[in-house]
T-cell receptor
Framework: EPEVTQTPSHQVTQMGQEVILRCVPISNHLYFYWYRQILGQKVEFLVSFYNNEISEKSEIFDDQFSVERPDGSNFTLKIRSTKLEDSAMYFC????????????FGDGTRLSIL | DAKTTQPPSMDCAEGRAANLPCNHSTISGNEYVYWYRQIHSQGPQYIIHGLKNNETNEMASLIITEDRKSSTLILPHATLRDTAVYYCIVRKTGTASKLTFGTGTRLQVTL
C-alpha cells in the first residue's frame, strides 16, 4: 500500500541553525500538509499546500517557516532559524483531490533543538 | 469545524469488541466524521470516515446516529496492537481543510 515517507527520522540541530524536513507524499495526491506534535501535547496543524501555493496556515507557521515542492515528488518544510521550542515531532500528510478523502500521514521526523 | 468530545481513556479485553464513543453535537451537514489512531509517537493512522451512513472496512466499523450528533468506532476483535490513542475528528469538505486533533481516547487493550 502506498505511504507517505519522511526523512530524516531524527534530526538534531543547534539553536539558530536552519533545518529542512523532507517528505515524499503518496504519488497521486494533490494536497499536502505539515503538522507538529510537541511531546505530550496535541497534534497541531501548521500549513496546507495545493497547486504550488499555501492554502492555509496556522499562527504557529510564522516567517521562520516555509514550505516548498521543489520537484514532482518532494514536499519540504524549512525552519530558518530554529528555536528550542521548535523541538517536536513533525508529520507530513497528503490527500487525494476529492475533498472527502482522508489525509494519510508519514511516521514523522523527530526534531531536537539543542 | 465542529468540536468533538471523547472519553479520555477506555480499557478493553483482548478478543472483545472495543466501542469508542464520540459526541459531535454541533456537526453541520457538510462535515464528515474521521477516525484516526496514534500508536506511541508514530504518525496518525487513518481508520475510517463517514458522513451519515454506517461504514465498515477491514479495520473497523463506524456507526453514526441518525441525527449525526454522535458516532461510535467499533474494533470488532481488539488485539494488544490496537492499544493507541484514538481521535474522532469532524472536518468540513472542500478545499484543503485541515484536521483539528483533540486529546482523543487512550484505549488500553489487556490480556
Amino acid at each position: 500500500e502506498p505511504e507517505v515517507t519522511q526523512t530524516p527520522s531524527h534530526q538534531v540541530t543547534q539553536m539558530g541553525q536552519e533545518v529542512i524536513l523532507r517528505c515524499v507524499p503518496i504519488s497521486n495526491h494533490l494536497y499536502f500538509y505539515w503538522y507538529r506534535q510537541i511531546l505530550g501535547q496535541k497534534v497541531e496543524f501548521l500549513v496546507s499546500f495545493y497547486n504550488n501555493e499555501i492554502s492555509e496556515k496556522s499562527e504557529i507557521f510564522d516567517d521562520q517557516f516555509s514550505v516548498e515542492r521543489p520537484d514532482g515528488s518532494n514536499f519540504t518544510l524549512k525552519i530558518r532559524s530554529t528555536k528550542l521550542e521548535d523541538s517536536a515531532m513533525y508529520f507530513c500528510a497528503s490527500r487525494e483531490e476529492m475533498s472527502n478523502q482522508p489525509q494519510h500521514f508519514g511516521d514523522g521526523t523527530r526534531l531536537s533543538i539543542l | 469545524d465542529a468540536k468533538t468530545t471523547q472519553p479520555p481513556s477506555m480499557d478493553c479485553a483482548e478478543g472483545r469488541a472495543a466501542n469508542l464513543p464520540c459526541n459531535h453535537s454541533t456537526i453541520s451537514g457538510n462535515e464528515y466524521v474521521y477516525w484516526y489512531r496514534q500508536i506511541h509517537s508514530q504518525g496518525p493512522q487513518y481508520i475510517i470516515h463517514g458522513l451519515k451512513n454506517n461504514e465498515t472496512n477491514e479495520m473497523a466499523s463506524l456507526i453514526i446516529t441518525e441525527d449525526r450528533k454522535s458516532s461510535t468506532l467499533i474494533l470488532p476483535h481488539a488485539t494488544l496492537r490496537d492499544t493507541a490513542v484514538y481521535y474522532c475528528i469532524v472536518r468540513k469538505t472542500g478545499t484543503a481543510s485541515k484536521l483539528t486533533f483533540g486529546t482523543g481516547t487512550r484505549l488500553q487493550v489487556t490480556l
